[in-house]
C-alpha cells in the first residue's frame, strides 16, 4: 500500500495552487497582544516555494474563512490573491476554476481542517498537512510530512516544481 505522503504519488502539471491560511500557512496558533491585536507566525520557506511556483506559470490564492487583516497582510507581501471571510470555499473555488479556464485535475488544494475536505475532494491532487483534523487526512490525496507553518507549503511547492521539470 502507497502511504499518503510518499514519493511515487503522481502530481499531474499543476496550473492553481490553492491554500487555506490558518493551520496551512501558520502554525494554527494566534498571539494576542493586551490590546486584543492577533498576530501568527509564518514559514519563510514556504513563502519561497509560493515564489518559486508562481515564477513557474502556477496561479497561487488563498482562500480562508478568517478575516484577520494578518491574512491580507502576509498574502500582499507574497504577491498572491486572497479571499477571507469565505464560508463556501467550494463555490468560490469552482468559480475560479471557470475563471481561469483550468481543469479541476490541475488544481493543487492545501488545507488542513474540516472546512477543507470539500475543496480537497474537488482537486485534482488534495493535500493535507500532517498535523490536520483526522477526517481531513482520511479524505487527501497526499499528506504532507510538515506540519502547517512548518514547511508544509514549501514541501508541496517542491513536488510541483519536481513535476514541472520532467
Do not use: W
Not at 498572491?80 to 483550468?102: A, D, M, S
Amino acid at each position: 500500500m502507497v502511504k499518503k505522503n510518499d514519493s511515487r504519488i503522481k502530481f499531474p502539471r499543476i496550473q492553481l495552487l490553492v491554500l487555506d491560511f490558518d493551520g496551512v500557512m501558520t502554525d494554527d496558533k494566534v498571539y494576542v497582544d493586551e490590546k486584543g491585536t492577533e498576530s501568527v507566525r509564518c514559514s519563510r520557506s514556504d513563502g519561497l516555494g509560493i515564489n518559486l511556483v508562481r515564477k513557474r506559470g502556477v496561479k497561487v490564492i488563498v482562500l480562508s474563512r478568517e478575516r484577520n487583516p494578518v491574512v491580507k497582510s502576509r498574502c500582499r507581501k507574497l504577491k498572491i490573491p486572497t479571499f477571507p471571510g469565505v464560508e463556501n470555499k467550494l463555490k468560490v473555488l469552482e468559480r475560479l476554476v471557470k475563471i481561469y479556464r483550468i481543469k479541476a485535475e490541475r488544481v493543487c488544494y492545501i488545507g488542513n481542517d474540516i472546512t477543507d475536505i470539500d475543496c480537497v475532494k474537488f482537486a485534482g491532487i488534495g493535500c493535507a498537512v500532517n498535523n490536520s483534523h483526522p477526517l481531513l487526512l482520511k479524505n487527501s490525496d497526499y499528506v504532507t510530512r510538515n506540519k502547517g507553518g512548518e514547511g508544509a507549503i514549501r514541501e508541496i511547492c517542491d513536488l510541483i516544481l519536481l513535476k514541472c521539470s520532467e
